[in-house]
């Protein structure tokens, strides 16, 4: 079965720009092998003109050409309205993770790295195609989830853009881990509204400077399952709600709600804790002073074994957390874009 049988009778079609015509040669061989209609084009600054015509249903962009090149193509297809949903992945020799970090900022969906290998070449553009297939029917359930993070955020006022950072923070994570697509778009998701539930507890409670009393604290401990009611009745939510629910428990099983311990946490639940745990630590809280990052990660690694995993601190404390920090100002739900 061809690629296109996946989704429909569709025969998508896709759009390789490149200076090299030999590459494109060899993209549109191996395109075309699975069904696909390939549109190959040689001149960069040609390329906005025919995507604003043709509307291809997928985008390959080499990044080093002559006149425009593949970032300034790539700004302007996600800059328009009636094109910024198309999928672009960017081919390029580049390796360095500044230029990574640009396509991320300019709106690529995916970065990679030339030799092509073909197996990674055909999964990347099946899986894109896959969700932007999908993506009429989630848009409105996306558009809930976005509203339902920032009003987290209004909410807890003093920690304006927590929601989006931890997101961030634990997609990144979920993909050095070397997830799945429908994986780490489960965390991503998880991740925004892990704090959703904090919708139903006082303000008084959330912004109090003081230790919380017994009661005071028992019913902070409701916000996971707050979260996960709130969220049940929204199907793209489904296999996000764990992470939700889940988010405070601790490896060693001394969290809330349950109490669960090691590998019965949902994975999800555990890199979102380290992603939660570092943003808190990094930004401070009414009655705590933000920690210079280099601290914090001292503390994941102290508190590996008890609180979190220590495998994910490992993979967590490797990321670019500064880079992401930024990114995270200019980019939300990457998956669904």
Do not use: W
Request: with cysteine; proline share 4%.
């Amino acid at each position: 079965m061809n690629s296109t049988n996946l989704f429909s009778e569709q025969k998508y079609k896709i759009l390789a720009v490149d200076d090299n015509e030999n590459n494109l040669k060899i993209l549109k061989m191996i395109l075309e092998k699975e069904g696909y209609f390939v549109e190959t084009l040689e001149d960069g600054t040609r390329a906005i003109s025919l995507i604003n015509e043709s509307r291809p249903d997928l985008i390959l962009l080499d990044v080093l050409m002559p006149g425009i090149n593949g970032f300034e193509i790539c700004r302007e297809v996600k800059e328009n309205e009636n094109t910024k949903r198309t999928p672009i992945i960017i081919i390029s020799a580049l390796n360095q993770l500044d230029d990574k970090l640009k396509g991320i900022e300019l709106g690529a969906d995916e970065f990679l790295t030339k030799p092509i290998n073909k197996r990674e070449l055909l999964t990347r553009v099946k899986t894109l195609l896959k969700f932007k297939h999908l993506g009429s029917q989630l848009e409105s359930s996306r558009n809930v989830i976005m509203s339902f993070a920032f009003a987290t955020d209004f909410k807890d006022t003093f920690r304006k853009g927590h929601s989006k950072r931890v997101g961030m923070y634990a997609t990144e994570c979920a993909r050095m881990m070397n997830l799945t697509r429908d994986e780490i778009t489960e965390i991503e998701f998880g991740a925004y509204l892990h704090d959703i539930g904090k919708i139903g507890v006082p303000t008084e409670i959330l912004e109090k400077t003081d230790a919380l009393s017994e009661h005071e604290y028992e019913i902070y401990k409701k916000h996971p399952m707050l979260g996960y009611e709130i969220c049940a009745p929204l199907k793209a939510m489904t296999r996000s709600l764990s992470i939700i629910l889940h988010h405070h428990e601790k490896y060693n099983g001394a969290g809330f709600p349950d109490g669960i311990a090691g590998d019965k946490i949902p994975l999800g639940a555990q890199i979102v804790a380290i992603a939660d745990s570092y943003d808190i630590m990094t930004h401070g809280l009414l009655n705590r002073a933000a920690l210079p990052a280099i601290e914090a990660v001292d503390i994941l690694k102290n508190d590996s074994g008890a609180r979190f995993n220590p495998e994910i601190v490992k993979k967590f404390i490797n990321l670019p957390l500064q880079d992401i920090e930024r990114l995270s100002s200019v980019k939300m739900f990457s998956s669904m874009q």
